[in-house]
């Protein structure tokens, strides 16, 4: 897949990367611009089981992903041409330890075009669905991976959207099931 999008991508202009969660707040690389971007046809969603990052295979957590349908508000990182291909390399690693995510190039109009961004397929097998409330609650309560835990990611989340002037509402809904 990181062949296809750089091929896609062509090396022949600067790369647009659409982020909506943790790419917000702890990009991970290089870039020479970040503006406040919206998206359509797609929204975010804590709906990604994490058996690595937020949790384990034992007890998994969750993570963002762009599903299908409405818009999302989030950033767009332009990465100079020639620190590209370097930098989707590094993303490649963050993003797709497990090839979970479908890398997609969607409508950006600050892009001047286009951006990568990385979507989630609701018959994937790392599609959690609907979660009850009780559900939720244990997963931030015992839910941790190498990178730390589900709430902290999810807290994080919602602050970085926050800098960004993004209020998600669902995120913040979220957060109500999280204990004191």
């Not at 750089?6 to 970040?34: C, K, Q, T």
Request: hydrophobic letters at 40%; charged letters at 25%.
């Amino acid at each position: 897949m990181l062949e296809d999008a750089l091929r896609i991508w062509g090396g022949e202009r600067d790369l647009w990367v659409f982020g909506y969660a943790s790419l917000i707040w702890n990009p991970e690389f290089d870039f020479d611009r970040r503006i406040a971007a919206r998206i359509h046809g797609w929204h975010r969603s804590l709906r990604m089981w994490s058996h690595i990052y937020r949790g384990t295979r034992e007890q998994p957590g969750l993570v963002c992903a762009l599903l299908s349908g409405g818009c999302c508000d989030g950033v767009a990182f332009r990465i100079p041409r020639r620190q590209a291909g370097e930098a989707l390399e590094r993303l490649w690693r963050r993003e797709m330890p497990s090839g979970v995510y479908d890398p997609r190039w969607v409508r950006c109009p600050v892009a001047g075009g286009e951006a990568l961004t990385f979507t989630l397929d609701r018959n994937s097998p790392s599609y959690a669905g609907d979660l009850t409330p009780t559900q939720l609650r244990t997963i931030f309560e015992r839910s941790r991976g190498l990178y730390g835990t589900t709430l902290d990611y999810v807290r994080q989340t919602h602050l970085g959207l926050l800098r960004e002037g993004i209020h998600d509402r669902k995120l913040e809904a979220l957060l109500a099931h999280a204990p004191a």
